[in-house]
């Protein structure tokens, strides 16, 4: 499964290579064209059946994960490190990492708790006060192994959990990775508009692929496609759980970069309920995409985005549902296929 | 032997307190090769034999090493999500986005669910999450999920070994499967040394709930001598010097009203012979280890503590050195092959009355 080895892939924000190399060769002989940019975009053309001039849509998802990045080596060989993207740091104590170029092997401590006074429990350890282990003696051994600025991941593998029902896989990096595996079988389909798929690089640390990437291909209409906040637990208040696992793809009308535009949504709404496909809407609020970006690209791009409801994502482990994955390529090849004459 | 493979089949396998069953199997398989007599006790130890060459009655020294790990316990369903309890104590803070296996009608992998950093108040932000708070998704719907797990199943983390650097090793349960693997290296050497005591190698049940496998183990076995093998602290970042033991650097003994003094001094002196590095580890208190249970055996047994260095102990990341692990091993077989017949005479104690 493609998606097994994209969520597998090492690629925090800027050290992207390996999940580029994994999509270009998954999408090079189902496209016309294959093309990177300065910034490690990957955009796939795809030419449209219709007659020119055709709509251009350039559809998103990007590449990069959450990560860590080496800020310092300790003179005892551990390896001091910050946040690169939204890493939240309480439950960074006791992971495993894989580190740098090299894709070593390293754990995160975490003091042993009979040595932890009872307060110190109650407190959360920074980031700064945490360090990666990746068994180096000294600080001569680790430079050896590790610069400072290579990054880091979690050593998650991607596993199915439930073979019925929901169809549970857990992994890391869903965020993008299911918006990324999205798009690629969206390559399969045949358009009457032209396709831009953008693998985009560097969304985690401020939208920048994208920004870029509409800027090259100047799209007429844009989607990012996400693996987005599925925070469903059973909770004593009433808050917002952002989307539900199992209950289709979740289209957002707004968050905290754009306000989707009302027509695409209304595109996507109008399609899921004639192929019968389930949706729901990601409840206003949390989060951003690339659609931030792209909305706003020289003089304006209608824009929406389309997400496969994972939970737990920025967090070593996510868990979705294969069901909804499969939903959102179905409600996005519908939508495409409705290109242009849906479009008013 | 070849220390990694082993101790990754036996920290992978899965043993909370009480429900060693897993990980017995395996102990079974390696002890039966290596002594002349493998079973097991009514609560659920594995008992090796390896027979000395002194004359009969021989005397016989115990090594108890436990097999069990802490884990969480399956305490409510909510919609398609575990509630749990702690068996034994992790510290709440590791738990938070950490992978688990459920062991309920099958095993499933699942995962405790960390609510994403977008959806965080400020003051969520920097409060560790308690564990009753905290709940296990494997992924199953609330109809599916009552099929396959009941309030009671057992929960471990999923954890295979990780190989550092320098021949370091990470994974779960190292506490004290280490020391398992230890015993087990203790046994090989012994088969190519004379050796004049029984053996009596113990992997022991329950020691995280209370000792309860040495308890009854020493008191079925009777020995002369108890040798308890268990992990100590490794210094790590967030620790203080002292009671922490640098990893690589080879076992330590344990010092204190817990130990024979004599007993400590005759492995300090075996560890000079072989030119290993060991260190001292002072402890107040007699708790903690089977040592403590042993001690106290029927009318008292002379014994000692053999402690391998590990980080981050409680956590799923535990991680120690493999020549730490080879090391303690060597140490007690060497100090076995040095038990002769008048070893006992020597710890009894001087009461000074030829120097009147």
Known sequence: MLLEKLSNAFGPSGSEDEVRRLLARAVHDKVDELQTDALGNLIAFKRGTGAEPRMKVMVDAHTDEVGLMITRIEKNGLLGFRALGGVDARLLMAKGVIVGEKRLPGVITAPPIHLTEREQRSKVLKINQLVIDIGASSEDEAKKLVKLGEVATFDTKFEVLDEGGLRTVKGKAFDDRMGCAVAVALAEGEYAVDLYLSFSTQEEVGLRGARVAAYRIEPDLGFALEGTICDDMPKKEDVSPTTELGKGPAISVMDRTFVADQRLVRLLIDQAKANGIPYQFKQPGAGGTDAGAIHLSKAGVPSVAVSVPSRYIHSPVSIASLNDFENTVALMKAALSALPGAWS | ?356
């Open chain 2, 1 to 356: 032997m070849d220390i990694v493979p082993l101790v990754k089949r036996l920290s992978e396998a899965n043993g909370v307190s009480g429900y060693e069953h897993e990980v017995r199997q395996i102990v079974e398989e390696e002890f039966g090769r290596l002594a002349d007599e493998v079973r097991t006790d009514a609560l659920g130890s594995v008992i090796a034999l390896k027979r000395g060459d002194g004359p009969e009655p021989r005397p016989s020294i115990l090594i108890a090493t436990h097999m069990d790990e802490i884990g969480l316990i399956v305490s409510e369903l909510e919609e398609g999500f575990l509630h749990f309890q702690q068996v034994g104590g992790y510290d709440d803070r590791v738990l938070l986005g950490q992978e688990v296996l459920v062991h309920g009608r099958r095993t499933l992998p699942g995962v405790i669910g960390a609510r994403p950093p977008h959806v965080l108040s400020q003051e969520e932000r920097g409060k560790p999450v308690p564990y009753d708070k905290l709940r296990i998704d494997v992924g199953l719907g609330p109809d599916e999920l009552p099929k396959q797990v009941r309030v009671g199943d057992l929960v471990t983390m999923k954890r295979e070994l990780i190989e550092l650097q320098g021949g370091l090793l990470a994974g779960k349960a190292f506490d004290d499967r280490v020391s398992v693997a230890a015993a087990m290296v203790c046994l090989e050497e012994l088969g190519r040394m004379r050796h004049r005591w029984d053996v009596y190698a113990v992997a022991t049940v329950q020691e995280e709930t209370g000792l309860k496998g040495a308890i009854t183990s020493t008191f079925h076995l009777q020995p002369d001598l108890g040798i308890a093998m268990d992990v100590t602290f490794g210094k790590q970042p967030g620790t203080a010097d002292e009671y922490t033991y640098e990893v690589g650097k080879g076992p330590t003994i344990g010092c204190g009203p817990n130990f024979h003094p004599k007993l400590q001094q005759a492995l300090m002196a075996v560890a000079e012979k072989l030119e290993m590095s060991v260190h001292l580890d002072p402890l107040t208190r007699p708790a903690g280890t089977d040592a403590a249970a042993i001690q106290v055996s029927r009318e008292g047994i002379p014994v000692e503590l053999i402690s391998i260095p590990v980080r981050n102990m409680h956590t799923p990341v535990e991680t120690v050195s493999a020549k730490d692990v080879e090391r303690a091993g060597r140490l007690l077989a060497a100090f076995i092959a040095s038990l002769d017949e008048e070893f006992l005479d020597s710890l009894v104690w001087d009461l000074g009355l030829d120097d009147e």
